[in-house]
């Protein structure tokens, strides 16, 4: 995860913990940012790793 991912997604679980605790209501525009980064990362970790470990074993290794 790159820091600027980390630092989005910080920002995303501050979100969460300000509507759990503190009876924040974010718009629907914010709702559907922090909605679309969670998804992206879901997708990345997720989704696209069977693909990308069938790339893995596609590399010849070096030296040969």
Do not use: Q, W
């Not at 940012?33 to 590399?59: D, F, M």
């Amino acid at each position: 995860m790159t820091p600027k991912m980390s630092e989005a997604l910080s920002h995303v679980l501050d979100a969460g913990n300000a509507s759990a605790h503190r009876a924040y209501f974010p718009s629907r525009e914010d709702l559907m940012t922090c909605i679309e980064l969670v998804k992206h990362l879901i997708h990345g970790i997720y989704i696209l790793r069977s693909g990308v470990e069938k790339v893995a074993g596609n590399i010849p290794k070096r030296g040969e």
